[in-house]
């Protein structure tokens, strides 16, 4: 922990010659993107933007929501495409890019990556996010990390933590069980922080088991900095803060964004004993230390002009997509097809591309490709029908008609269709894995009058594909960036291997997913009642037939594996060993090739999933090669989290390592006997993978179910929806009306009116000054709260009270 005692402050945390004032004031930012300086302690602002796949710098004003506008930065694909690719290289070139940009625009941290596990295909901001499983996550994240800040830049994983929910994210708690909270959505931000030193952590909006993310010392402070070793700057989600009082003690450094003061707030903690001059110092340090490390990171990485960097970087962006495209079917092999052949394509997308989410990391490309462009340009003969509208894709029966004409006959159509922006966004959930009625009724109806249907899909989660065997071929492109049409084209001409393999499960039925009944939970409270049992953990345990399992990708290539050894047969606390398999590539062209390395713990001491991805490895192969594979698994990665001893525990007993294409396809079983600590059972006998009786969740969380929060007395944390039906609410709504409407009325497109009304409702009172860069006061929130409360007088009080120096 760092030392505020004279004798010992770091000289970057150092903070002689700077008043309480001012280290008050550096403990929240100076406006939207801004951090405060103190010049004469050599102390200089930073510049923070989103992330994660591009820049989204705004120099004037600003807004979280991605509304708007902002300069034009290169648009690579999006997390989840990423990720399909398997490849820490890969992310860590994009991320270096990004890291680049954001020196040539400027920005002093990026804000990303966003590494919040999948627990459900429904969250809106999944395509944000990397995976279902905190290995894959975790080595991304850290990958993620160590491209941008090797440009000098700084990141900043998020959102910290167990914020795998849209609705509600403002103010619902989350109650998980340790276990699960640290084998699923800690393990993630654990690997991130231990490998790649993240310059920055932003606390998450929601609650974790009753405290408030931005205000838990024990996950900010105890766990974060204590075990993992995290000596980086915690800042806030935007508007997150829920008591700024309670976020310095807990060690949440930087409150975002600035504009609504807390200082007075925090003055009067220290003047009144609550706050010490060492909690504040040691936050004020910490941001002091990390404005002066980014200072001195930037002088030495050369700065480019985004003039030099346009060209690489689109065409790294076309690259990244294109190898990170997911083949789930190529019947015959009609993919890749030859080149100057005459298609049919079919789908608003080819013209009109599907290729980011809505929110935060909206970035303004610096050019956009589209499929229908890049097609031409590769020497095919294209024909093209909409199918559908794009924005919302209701439906509409003559669309689909002219697209069969287009189609019929043709010798292969190409179907673009998926999920359309207003589907999934940040700001609320899915409530389908449905695609729109609209496009599924085109596929069909296409590849009813084709010869050959190829359907390549634009989304950011997983969905139902009813149609999946009428199609001779189906490649996932996910959102793939500014250049995802030319990536496209790429894919289908086969100059790229589509190398992707899913991160996530792909159910067949929403049914099948064991969170389903629990999410999104209601406004405060959310059960994590399914425990570590999310996507491949829940369909390998419960015997669920899924269509394309995690880690499903055919690529163009085929593969023979054999050989399969182990380079010991046991393994001993803190040890390692070596997973080989033998891969030759027996198809005419190269092909990328992925080894996943799942444990079967079968040692009986705790209920674990049926299979957990312990390792995995690419390997890329010319016609004809064979090559030994090596994947190297930890002892580590195979422990499970003892909530007797509250540690890490590798069992002792019998397991096997399982060699595998993906989660459902296993080549090869390799025995193993761990060597950990003797444990006889960690758990107790009638545990069960599930907890759908309110006991057996409570056994887990070895406490009873907390109850709802008492909606009364009013507070900051109560929101605007809930305080309407006050006399107050009403009052207040009345006066913020005719902003909010001419705030909505600002945005042109419909997905950022419906997280923006979303947002409005569901936001604590709080955020009203916390995110309109002070044009509400805390005096006016804490007014009508008292109102509401009926203490009129207070809010009198309240109303007069000036605000803070
Ligand atoms: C999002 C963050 C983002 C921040 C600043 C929040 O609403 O949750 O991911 O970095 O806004 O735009």
């Avoid at 903070?15 to 939207?32: F, P």
């Avoid at 807004?63 to 999006?78: E, K, Y």
């Avoid at 009873?704 to 909606?711: F, K």
Wanted: charged fraction near 20%; glycine fraction near 10%.
């Amino acid at each position: 922990m760092t030392t505020t005692s004279p004798d010992h402050v770091p000289a970057d945390h150092d903070l002689s010659g700077v008043s309480l004032d001012e280290r008050i004031g550096l403990l929240s930012g100076a406006d939207y993107w801004n951090t405060r300086a103190v010049p004469a302690a050599g102390i200089p602002a930073l510049m923070l933007s989103d992330g994660p796949h591009g820049i989204r710098a705004q120099y004037e004003g600003g807004d979280n929501l991605g509304l708007a506008a902002s300069v034009a930065s290169t648009c690579f694909p999006t997390a989840v495409t990423l990720a399909a690719s398997w490849s820490p290289e890969l992310v860590r070139e994009v991320g270096a890019a990004v890291g680049a940009e954001a020196r040539a625009l400027g920005v002093d941290v990026v804000l990303g990556p966003g590494l919040n596990l999948k627990r459900h295909p429904f969250c809106g901001r999944n395509f944000e996010y990397y995976s279902e499983d905190p290995l894959v996550s975790g080595l991304l994240a850290a990958a993620a990390v160590e491209g941008i800040q090797s440009q000098g830049a700084g990141a900043c994983v998020k959102h910290f933590a167990v914020n795998n929910q849209e609705g509600y994210r403002y103010t619902v708690d989350a109650i998980v069980d340790e276990r699960t909270l640290r084998e699923l959505y800690l393990r993630g931000f654990e690997r991130a922080v231990r490998a790649a030193a993240p310059a920055t952590v932003m606390a998450a909006y929601n609650l974790i088991n009753g405290e408030h993310a931005t205000d838990s010392h024990r996950l900010l402070s105890t766990i974060l900095r204590d075990e993992w070793g995290f000596d980086g700057v915690v800042m806030s989600d935007w508007g997150a803060e829920a008591d700024r009082v309670a976020g310095v003690a807990a060690g949440m450094d930087l409150e975002m964004p600035g504009g609504a003061d807390t200082s007075g707030d925090v003055r009067a903690a220290h003047d009144s004993g609550l706050l010490t001059a060492e909690q504040i110092a040691t936050a004020a340090g910490r941001v002091a230390a990390l404005s002066r490390r980014l200072e001195r990171a930037r002088a030495t990485v050369p700065a480019s002009t985004m003039d030099a960097l346009l060209e690489p970087h689109d065409a790294l962006a076309r690259r990244a997509a294109a190898q990170s495209t997911v083949v789930l079917r190529n019947e015959a092999d009609v993919l890749p097809l030859t080149p100057g052949a005459r298609i049919a394509l079919i789908g608003a997308f080819a013209d009109t591309p599907r290729y980011q989410g809505s929110g935060s990391s909206l970035v303004t490309p610096t050019r956009l490709t589209t499929a229908l462009e890049a097609l031409r340009d590769a020497g095919f003969d294209v024909t093209s029908s909409p199918g559908y509208e794009p924005e919302r894709s209701g439906d509409d029966p003559a669309l689909i008609a002219a697209a069969v004409e287009v189609a019929r006959g043709a010798e292969t159509a190409v179907v673009m269709v998926g999920l359309p922006p207003i589907a999934e966004s940040e700001g609320f959930d899915r409530e389908t894995l449905a695609l729109p009625p609209q496009h599924d009724a085109l596929v069909r109806a296409v590849a009813a009058v084709a010869q050959r249907t190829v359907v390549v899909l634009s989304l950011g989660s997983a969905v139902q594909l009813p149609w999946r065997d009428e199609v001779d071929a189906i490649l996932v492109t996910h959102l793939g960036g500014q250049a995802s049409g030319g990536a496209v084209a790429d894919v289908l001409l086969g100059t790229v291997e589509p190398a992707g393999r899913l991160t996530e499960t792909w159910f067949a039925s929403v049914d099948d997913i064991a969170a389903t009944p629990f999410f999104p939970g209601t406004p405060h409270q959310v059960q994590y009642r399914e425990g570590v049992f999310v996507g491949y953990r829940h369909a390998t345990t419960a015997g669920v037939a899924v269509p394309y399992p995690f880690g499903a990708g055919l690529g163009y290539g085929r593969t023979r594996w054999s050989d399969a050894s182990l380079s010991g047969t046991t393994i001993a606390i803190g040890g390692r060993v070596t997973v080989s398999v033998a891969v030759e590539n027996v198809g005419p062209r190269p092909t990328t090739e992925l080894v996943q390395v799942y444990l079967h713990d079968t040692t009986g001491v705790v209920l674990r999933p049926r299979r957990e991805l312990v390792g995995f490895a690419r390997a890329t192969l010319a016609p004809g090669e064979r090559r030994v594979v090596e994947v190297p698994v930890a002892a580590d990665d195979l422990r499970f989290w003892d909530v007797r001893s509250n540690s890490w525990q590798l069992p002792t007993g019998q397991a096997a390592l399982e060699v595998a294409r993906d989660a459902a396809t296993v080549e090869a079983v390799l025995p193993v006997v761990l060597e950990g600590t003797v444990i006889d059972s960690a758990e107790p006998p009638a545990s069960e993978a599930i907890a759908v009786s309110d006991a057996a969740f409570e056994r887990r969380l070895g406490r009873s179910i907390p109850g709802e929060p008492a909606r009364r007395p009013y507070t900051r944390d109560t929101t605007l929806a809930v305080l309407r039906r006050t006399l107050a609410g009403k009052l207040l709504w009345l006066g913020i009306r005719s902003a909010a409407k001419k705030a909505e009325d600002a945005f042109s497109d419909e997905v950022s009116r419906a997280m923006y009304e979303r947002t409005v409702q569901e936001m604590p009172i709080r955020g009203l000054a916390q995110l309109t860069s002070g044009q509400v006061s805390w005096g006016t929130v804490d007014a009508v709260v008292a109102l509401a409360n009926r203490r009129p007088f207070a809010a009198l009080r309240h109303a007069l009270r000036r605000p803070p120096r």
